[in-house]
């Protein structure tokens, strides 16, 4: 009787056949064209339209994340990172000065608390990392008692209250120490956003809130940046800050100048390697002395390239 030969199948020892491949190729170009169509939306519509698309559709919240996190992996750095490491100082700074260390929060707001809004959270890193009412946290590791509010709009994960920012979080006047938006200014309404993260800042000459905002640096680019534009006269007019009048962008000159104008001084503002800018602004009015004097600057979308 002829002896069987056993015959080797070509994908024998698990490997990704060419169709295999194939289908993971087009599957990635797919989520990155939805990706791009979300982002596009986010930039171009009024926040509430697309909380109304979010509110129909919460799957594309968790597509448009993944797409997210996919281009924060190539970036050189990670923004939220930046804005952890500004809070840590900060939380030092405060505790150092009232003297305090962490104990049970019985309360919504506790005065000994420092109180974060996280304005746009995605999956809520902030909170997990800085909220000292998580076990794990930096904060409960060291002592501090700090509390973290995360909104955007859709909830992620527990940690998060959906909402439109634009039309409110429904917390108190004056109750946060530092309020962050990070990538999250979008959509032509983010001055509404604005408004409503200065109206939840702390003005006290012992606990002045601060502003922090990172945002794309080609977000802030004009067609014209000459002192003849439009926004340069502004600058002239309203007396902007030395620091705003030296900066290369007509629109980040005036995007400063009218949050200075909401009773904000400029603290901090640096390139984050050559892909960010960061904010970082101190309240000097409280919430009910705040007058808006000057629009916010119109702001380039962010628009992925197709590749």
Known sequence: MPTRHKVRRKDQGHKPSALTRLQSQLEARLRAAHFRYLNEQLYSLDSHEVFQLFLKQPELFALYHKGYQ?????WPLNPTQVCLELLKRRIH????????????????????AFSIVDMGCGEATIAASLDSRLANSWSARNGFTVEVHSYDLVAANELVTACDLARGTGLPNDCADAVVFCLSLMGPNYGAMVKEGLRLLRCDPTRSGLLLIIEITSRFQSRAETRDTPGARVQLQRGASTTASTMSSSVEADFVVALESLGLRLQEHRQLHDYFTLFVFE?????????????????????????
Do not use: D, W
């Open 93 to 112: 700074q405060f505790h150092r000065m009232r003297g305090t260390k962490a104990h049970p929060l019985n309360t919504t707001f506790n005065a000994q």
């Open 70 to 74: 996919e281009q924060v992996a190539k």
């Open 283 to 307: 309240a000097t009015e409280s919430a009910a002395r705040r007058i808006h004097i000057i629009e916010m600057p119109s702001l380039k979308p962010c628009l992925y390239k197709k590749r």
